[in-house]
């Protein structure tokens, strides 16, 4: 089994920045996959960014790309995402998460595909 627990966040006015990290425990060398999802009231959980834990190729949804990063440390035992120049449509709770599963084509996307899930980090953009 592996643990997330994510940290960071809060609230920010639009065209801040905010950092969020995911502390990964346990079976880490299980992991494929690990990604960050966010859900907003009364909406559909959405993927944000992933990264491959083998070779650390990134994706990131059209909505975040060129505004955030994806990162994970040399020890891979923690995911961070960097959050710049946010929005008040960026406000949510976000999510870190991992997939035991050999990836395919966008996968990274599909929120059944991980199995692991942190408590969430709230995430408030102002105007």
């Known amino acids: 089994q592996v643990q997330l627990a994510e940290f960071g966040g809060g609230s920010v006015q639009a065209g801040g920045s905010l950092k969020l990290s995911c502390a990964a425990s346990?079976?880490?060398?299980?992991?494929?996959?690990m990604g960050w999802f966010r859900q907003a009231p009364g909406k559909e959980r959405e993927a944000v960014a992933a990264i491959y834990y083998d070779n650390g190729r990134e994706f990131y949804s059209d909505y975040v790309l060129g505004r955030f990063a994806i990162s994970l440390n040399d020890a891979k035992n923690t995911l961070s995402l960097q959050m710049n120049s946010l929005k008040p449509e960026d406000t949510a709770m976000y999510y870190c998460?991992?997939?035991?599963?050999?990836?395919?084509?966008?996968?990274?996307?599909?929120?059944?595909?991980?199995?692991?899930w942190g408590q969430g980090a709230q995430v408030t953009v102002s105007s």
């Open positions: 998460a991992a997939d035991f599963g050999p990836p395919y084509r966008d996968s990274w996307r599909v929120v059944n595909e991980y199995t692991a």
């Open positions: 346990g079976y880490t060398n299980k992991i494929f996959v």
